[in-house]
């Protein structure tokens, strides 16, 4: 009965640190895509595209990250990348209108300008 109890609390312990760990993670990839966010403003792409990649290490599952990886790629003319960030974004997060509104002009502007190529 002893044994069972503190299997138990300890049990409860490593569920309590493991949860720690997971919201210390999101917020490390919150702060990555705001500083990302900062920097692009200021024109630094590679460091925001690079901030953007880390923040998506930091927290696979994070859409707003991919998304924001996904307009770096495109703004350095990265399209094979900036398509399969977008449709990463999209997996995780399919009713974000903001995620499909980007992805949609994505694919506009770059269907017109393939056409207009050939």
Request: glycine share 4%; charged share 30%.
């Amino acid at each position: 009965m002893k044994a069972t109890a503190i299997a138990i609390v300890a049990c409860v312990g490593v569920l309590s640190s493991t949860s720690l760990v997971a919201a210390d993670a999101k917020k490390d990839a919150k702060s990555q895509v705001e500083f990302g966010i900062s920097v692009a403003q200021r024109g630094l792409w590679r460091e925001a595209i690079y901030r953007w990649e880390k923040a998506t290490e930091i927290d696979p599952t994070y859409a707003a990250a991919y998304n924001d990886l996904a307009i770096g790629y495109e703004h350095e003319g990265q399209l094979d990348k900036a398509r399969k960030a977008y449709e990463k974004a999209l997996e995780l997060d399919p009713n974000n209108s903001q995620v499909r509104q980007n992805y949609e002009l994505f694919k506009e502007i770059n269907d017109r300008t393939a056409q207009k190529e050939k």
